[in-house]
């Protein structure tokens, strides 16, 4: 029995009228492209209660990765790429601390709420029931907390200006309300703050090259598609200008990872 949907206008510009790309949409879930912007999403996602319970994360990653397994054209080449550039990388934590300078950091879709290194001050939100009780135990530990809720919804009850840094890790694919979030991190970051975002790549070549079976589909959770050209777009609408953190890997990489900066406030990537 299909989970209770509701309609949605392009997430993007909030158009209307879509085109369902029919090879994207089993199971009567209508991946469309906006007819005005391009934008991909899905335009029958399901209602926040269906994900916070039917399709909550935990529930369904290791069915859906097992599903995807192999389904990539680069997995031999995207590991060499990645072992070389590693070479020319900090680690991740080293990053955020570049980043968010060891401040307020807030992680939007949390999941368990370890990702923000010490000695940054962690907050979240997370819609899981489960997921939820494990992040803000941890996080009240090291002197933050974590919100209950839709991430659209429960960004706006931080103070503005409250964080040095947000993390949407693997987050803003499943966010019906794009802009709503985007303008709420928009108000609760500082000025001078960044937000880190990982999405899949809609857009890159093995997507192109499998079709159907890419890993970056994920049914019902998965409820946009962005490209680097759209993802560049709603942040601008947002008010954010954004820089590529993975830009050598990028056309074949499954993911994009970028950083989003208030426009009147540039820094490092």
Known sequence: MM??????????????????IAEYSPDDWQVSSCETCDFVY???PPAYEALEEDFAWEKTYVEKREKTRGSTAFSPLQRAVRKKTR?????RSQKMRGWFSDGHVLDVGCGNGGRIPEPMVP????LSRQLHAHADAYMRSRGGYCA?????????????????GIIMNSYLEHETAVMKVLKGAARCLKP?????????????????LIGKT?????????????TLTSLRQVAAAAGFTLSVVNPVTLPIDDNINALLRKRDHQGRA
């Not at 989970?3 to 369902?20: I, V």
């Not at 890419?214 to 962005?226: A, Q, S």
């Open 123 to 126: 907050y979240g939100i997370e």
């Open 42 to 44: 899905l335009k029958n």
């Open 192 to 208: 001078d703050g960044a937000i880190y975002i990982r999405v899949p790549n809609f857009g890159s070549l093995n997507r192109k």
């Open 148 to 164: 209950f809720g839709p991430g659209a919804e429960a960004i706006w009850d931080f103070d503005e200006g409250q964080f040095d």
């Open 214 to 226: 890419w890993c970056g589909f994920r049914y019902p959770d998965h409820v946009n598609y962005f």
């Open 3 to 20: 989970a209770e949907t509701t309609y949605r206008d392009c997430p993007a510009c909030e158009a209307s009228q879509a085109s369902l």
């Open 87 to 91: 070479l020319f990388t900090r680690d």
